[in-house]
């Protein structure tokens, strides 16, 4: 299977906290106040996410509010068609990491084949992702899928997959699909999301810095 090198996934349920940590991390990558950054010293960082911004990743948005009515197996078709135009657009995943920045994305190919597959079975999303790339490393952000209902209940709206039922399955089958990214060549390292936000900063520190880029820049 195809590795991209310098690429980062954050995998987890809803509420385990990806997207903080994905902000964290890129704190510890800008220079401290007032001194200027050494050249060469940590690789540019890109920070990324899943649905995009874009086009695609607005429809799926909207669709995931349940603004726009859309059928799992359309949802699963969109989904690939963001991830595509996220790796291989210009300035996309693939370009930066390939030019030597850390890409690390707020979710990819695992969340399709964990969240469509509950909704479609597992073989229209593993057909519609089997030719992606898989990346470097993942970090599977665990949390008891409670705890992380407790931390997004507050949130002004949630979204169709945001329900308890569905994120003990959601945790069930990261456990089950992980292994196969492994076997074929990811690093996979599961999180205890459930730590302070700080303590798990350090965890995902630790795991980005075993990455060969981490060294041939610092
Ligand atoms: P999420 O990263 O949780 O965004 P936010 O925290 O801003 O709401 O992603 C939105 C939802 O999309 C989340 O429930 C997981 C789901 N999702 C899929 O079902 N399949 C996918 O391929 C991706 C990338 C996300």
Redesign the pocket.
């Known amino acids: 299977m195809n590795i991209i090198r310098n690429f980062v996934v954050f995998e987890g349920g ?1 509420g385990s906290g ?2 903080t940590q994905l902000e964290l991390l890129r704190r510890r990558f800008d220079p401290p106040p007032g001194s200027p950054s050494l050249p060469g010293q940590k690789p540019l960082l890109y920070p990324t ?3 995009t911004d874009g086009p695609v990743g607005r429809l ?2 909207s669709g ?1 509010r349940g603004e726009t009515k859309l059928r799992f197996d359309t ?1 699963a078709r969109l ?1 690939a068609a963001d ?1 595509n135009e996220h790796l291989h657009a210009a300035g996309g995943v693939l370009e930066r990491a390939g030019r030597g920045e850390l890409v690390v994305s ?4 695992p ?2 084949l964990v ?2 597959g509950i909704e479609c079975g597992d073989e229209l999303p593993l057909l519609l992702n089997n030719a992606f790339p898989i990346p470097e490393l993942i970090l599977f952000f665990d949390l008891d899928p409670e705890i992380a209902r407790q931390r997004i209940k507050n949130r002004p709206e949630l ?1 169709i ?2 329900y308890l039922d569905f994120q003990i399955k959601v945790r069930d089958r990261y456990r089950s699909l992980l292994p196969l990214f492994r076997s074929q060549g990811s690093r996979v390292e599961t999180i205890d999301a459930s730590k302070a936000p700080e303590e798990v900063a350090e965890e995902v520190w630790r795991a980005i810095q075993k990455m060969p880029i981490i060294h041939t820049n610092g």
């Open positions: 809803d990806t997207t996410f899943e649905p799926i948005r995931l949802l989904f991830r707020d979710r990819y190919v969340s399709s969240y469509q979204e997959y945001e």
